[in-house]
């Protein structure tokens, strides 16, 4: 009953089993046995085996070391665990784990299972781990894995490690992350990651800006499942600084294209109602015998309205009224004498570097004077005289999208860093709004536009302007500007006219005949008066199509027109550009001056290219349109 219970459990346990009989010394093993369980992870047949010497039937055991061990064994009585692994073109063929015993009999047995599977499963668990770490070390984003219980740190990418300096494996998460913290935070607490059951939510997403690093992080906590099954917290933290500044810009873009269509408006407007203002202060100054109290308040207005002027021509340029008229300019010398102008009279001492190789760029120049003005100003204006401006300027080269709101390319940046006493971040927000001014305002202090101008600028010029600042410690201001890869062609002019005209009149003689439109009533009479005052006669319309229809009858009457002066943009109707295209139709020799309140529209900065001899922008003084009619009007074409 004993023999048949042991061969009941011999043939049917799960792991191989084979017995064998020593020879000798321990010179030969001679298969005695051989279960169920060894023929099938062997695949060989027990009646194949039994009475075979181990050498004959495994002629590689010797290579595997299994017969020392089985000599071992057989000597000393103890039993010895004796893996072997099998390879095959340096990939894993099998793999057994074998016991060795020595039997009552003096015979050896030896236990063996196939392993195979399990270490296969555990070798690919170990290549994923790796390839795993592999693909979070070289992510372009901070990851750390820690315990959910107690916050200990399992895992960090290199990221991370290099992020904080050193490796915090191991430590505490709340502790290394928050030094002056008594327990842990919020974001570490389960309940925001799993719920009651142990289920999983969803990512917890938020964003925190690093006052140390100066740099904004979207930060992304998940639990996920551990190596040893446990569930552990997940988070990544994602550099988003360029993309918050970028939101910033646009917002930014998108407020001043707003608040610029509405200043551009009224500025155009206001101009119209300026220009009559100062017409008619000008012509009742010629009608009236004044006592020297009422010129001198005439006179008073008149310096009044001239500023007004000015005031709306910053308006005008901060809006969408038109583009800069570009020509090749060597950034540097523009620079350094801009900036040395704009300091003299103070004590502030600018400290200039200019690099040697710096690139030249296609820019207005004047604009970009006024903006290097404005900046500079109110630099000194923020340091009160005291310290340096340094001002510096060198090529740099976005290579990537999202810098920024720039497009990849070449650039010149120009920086200006004041030691003044800085702006809040509140106000920081506010520096580039119309009329914003932390200066008091009035005609000789803070107009508020400035930096409104600039940033317009700057806009159309293709680059962008940005301010750093914090209270008492000062700003920097950084201008880019698009650099220039070559020589840029001028531009083209229109073929001069063939063509003379029958009534010319000399410079200066003040006699012709002049058509005038414009939409605004108060303006055509006010002009008109003027132009007549001036010796000419003037015929007035309100819009383009009514326009060529009475210069086609003055050409047919034999009496034709010397110079139109045609309003740009026209409420009703058409406007001035048009109007000129039809008119050089049906006469080539037709002179034009076109006449707007946007003074940087680009009819006006290449106005020869539209067809016009010349440019009136509003409001004009009676001795600019003398001048500007008197050189059309006399010119040959």
């Not at 001035?576 to 940087?600: C, H, N, P, W």
Request: glycine share 8%; with cysteine.
């Amino acid at each position: 009953e004993s023999e048949e219970r042991y061969k009941a459990l011999f043939m049917n346990m799960g792991s191989g089993v084979a017995i064998y009989e020593v020879k000798g010394d321990g010179e030969d093993f001679i298969f005695t046995d051989f279960n169920k369980a060894a023929e099938k992870i062997d695949n060989q047949k027990k009646e194949e085996l039994i009475g075979r010497s181990v050498f004959e039937a495994r002629p590689q055991v010797e290579e595997f070391g299994l017969i020392d061990a089985f000599r071992e064994v057989w000597k000393t009585g103890k039993p010895k665990h004796f893996p072997i692994t099998l390879y095959q073109d340096e990939k894993l063929k099998a793999w057994y784990d074998n016991f060795i015993y020595k039997l009552p009999s003096g015979e050896i047995a030896a236990l063996f299972t196939d392993e195979t599977d399990r270490r296969r499963a555990e070798e690919a668990l170990k290549y994923s781990n790796l390839r795993l770490e592999a693909v979070l070390n070289n992510l372009d984003s901070s990851i750390y894995i820690t315990d959910m219980d107690s916050h200990e740190i399992l895992f960090m990418n290199n990221h991370m490690k290099k992020l904080f300096g050193k490796d915090l494996i191991g430590k505490i998460c709340w502790k290394s992350f928050h030094k002056n913290q008594e327990g842990p935070c919020e974001f570490c607490t389960n309940d925001k990651l799993i719920d009651a059951d142990k289920n999983l939510t969803e990512p917890y997403v938020w964003e925190i800006y690093n006052q140390k690093l100066k740099k904004w992080y979207q930060l992304r906590d998940q639990a996920i499942p551990w190596i040893d099954g446990r569930l552990v917290r997940m988070e990544m933290a994602l550099d988003i600084t360029d993309r918050k500044n970028m939101e910033t810009q646009l917002q930014q873009v998108q407020k001043m294209e707003s608040i610029g269509t509405l200043a551009g408006g009224i500025a155009h407007d206001f101009n119209n109602f300026l220009y009559v203002v100062l017409g008619n202060i000008s012509l009742a100054q010629d009608d009236l015998k004044l006592e020297i109290e009422t010129s001198k308040s005439l006179r008073a207005a008149e310096d009044a309205c001239v500023k007004a002027k000015g005031l709306t021509a910053r308006l005008i340029t901060f809006s969408k009224g038109g583009d800069p008229v570009k020509k090749m300019i060597s950034i540097g010398d523009l620079l350094k004498n801009t900036v040395v102008s704009s300091l003299q009279g103070s004590n502030i001492k600018p400290e200039i570097s200019i690099a040697n190789d710096i690139r030249q760029a296609n820019i207005d120049e004047d604009q970009i004077k006024q903006v290097v003005r404005n900046i500079v100003v109110n630099a000194r204006e923020a340091m009160d005289g005291n310290g340096p401006l340094k001002v510096s300027c060198k090529n740099i080269e976005i290579s990537k999208k999202g810098y920024l709101t720039l497009s990849p390319g070449k650039y010149i940046k120009i920086s200006f860093k004041d030691q003044g006493c800085g702006i809040s971040k509140e106000n920081l927000k506010k520096i580039f709004d119309p009329y914003f001014s932390t200066k008091d305002m009035g005609a000789n202090k803070g107009q508020g536009l400035g930096l409104t101008t600039s940033y317009s600028i700057i806009e159309k010029h293709g680059g962008l302007i940005t301010v750093e600042s914090e209270l008492e410690k000062g700003s920097i201001v950084s201008v880019y500007l698009s650099a220039a890869l070559g020589k840029e062609p001028g531009l083209q002019k229109p073929e001069e006219k063939s063509v003379a005209r029958e009534h010319v009149k000399q410079a200066g003689t003040g006699t012709g005949k002049i058509l005038l439109m414009d939409d605004e009533e108060e303006i055509r009479t006010f002009l008109s008066q003027v132009i007549n005052r001036l010796g000419y006669d003037v015929e007035t319309c309100t819009e383009g199509k009514e326009a060529v229809e009475i210069y086609k009858k003055a050409m047919e009457s034999k009496d034709p027109f010397d110079v139109v002066i045609l309003d740009l943009t026209n409420k009703v109707g058409m406007g001035g550009q048009e109007t000129m295209r039809r008119l050089l139709e049906i006469d080539d020799t037709a002179k034009g001056i076109v006449i707007t309140g946007y003074s940087d529209d680009p009819v006006v900065a290449n106005f020869r290219a539209y067809g016009f001899s010349g440019f009136i922008t509003k409001p004009a003084t009676r001795d600019q349109l003398r001048k500007v009619i008197n050189e059309v009007i006399s010119k040959d074409q």
